[in-house]
């Protein structure tokens, strides 16, 4: 005979689904609670990559502000003082967004990616990660919707659109 599951939500106190949002990094605790480590004297976000510490030497906070009221420094790991990262992350791919759809021609990836002072690379994994497509369909998107704007505007021939406005240059 099976016993049944037992939710894990109801067999935790609330400082015990705390531990253990904090051992799995769950993002969805990020900016709801801040936690300190009694042993470093630091104080992390909930999703912060360090060693697990062990739940009798972890002391929760509700704000940020309780977080340094606690006499203990910042982690430098997740830097609890600045943005969390996927926001930093999210604004970098902006920035690339609104450069490319400014600029003449398509910049190369790695003309964006020493823009946002990170390897090309990584700028294309954190380019999808954030979009969900590649930066060449972001950039084949926003040249196709250039070229669709330039077409309906004006009275230019359809090759003239696809061939310049697109910044594809001259179709044979």
């Not at 894990?8 to 400082?15: A, F, G």
């Not at 900016?31 to 042993?39: A, L």
């Not at 004297?41 to 606690?70: M, N, Q």
Request: hydrophobic share 35%.
């Amino acid at each position: 005979m099976s016993t049944p599951e037992i939710p894990i939500s109801n067999v935790l106190t609330p400082r015990g689904r705390r531990i253990a949002q904090v051992h799995a990094r769950d993002p969805r605790a990020e900016g709801v609670f801040w936690y300190s480590v009694v042993t470093t004297g630091v104080y992390c976000r909930p999703t912060c990559p360090s060693r697990k510490a062990r739940p009798e030497h972890i002391r929760f906070h509700e704000t940020l502000a309780d977080a340094r009221r606690t006499g203990f420094r910042p982690c430098r790991r997740c830097r609890p003082e600045e943005p969390a990262l996927h926001e930093y992350h999210r604004a970098l791919v902006e920035a690339a967004c609104a450069e490319v759809s400014t600029a003449g021609e398509t910049p190369t990836l790695k003309a964006l990616a020493e823009a946002a002072g990170i390897s090309a690379s990584h700028f294309h994994r954190l380019f999808r990660r954030v979009t969900g497509v590649t930066p060449g369909r972001y950039f084949a998107a926003a040249r196709s919707t250039t070229s669709t704007r330039s077409w309906s505007w004006s009275s230019a021939r359809v090759g003239d659109v696809a061939g310049y406005g697109s910044g594809h240059g001259r179709l044979i």
